[in-house]
Nanobody, 121 residues
């Protein structure tokens, strides 16, 4: 059974940094692309960052490019999102997602319950 458990949310000041983690279980983690999505209040679910299984190829939404870094540890079955230079516009619930295949274009299969953080002074 696929399980994805996010952690690392909270409150951070503008300009600050935060790292989200996602513990995965119930599938061969290293064989799948993984992604982070976010739901900003009042807006649709947004794909923030994705990472393929092969050579850790990554992709980012324009809104976070240069500020966020997605990474994975296949041995530990962990997915990470390092977020720097945070702004109030980054306030959202962040979800870890398993993709259907090895590429980001394969589509979302499952996602976790989400972790929320707010950027505020």
């Amino acid at each position: 059974q696929v399980q994805l458990v996010e952690s690392g949310g909270g409150l951070v000041q503008p300009g600050g940094s935060l790292r989200l983690s996602c513990a995965a279980s119930g599938f061969e983690f290293g064989n799948y692309a993984m992604s982070w999505y976010r739901q900003i209040p009042g807006k649709e679910l947004e794909l923030v960052a994705g990472i393929r299984w092969f050579r850790d190829t990554t992709d980012y939404a324009d809104s976070v490019k240069g500020r966020f870094t997605i990474s994975r540890d296949n041995d530990k079955k962990q997915l990470y999102l390092q977020m720097d230079s945070l702004t109030p516009e980054d306030t959202a619930v962040y979800y870890c997602a398993k993709m259907r295949g090895s590429t980001l274009g394969s589509g979302q299969d499952r996602r976790g319950q989400g972790t929320q953080f707010a950027v505020s002074s």
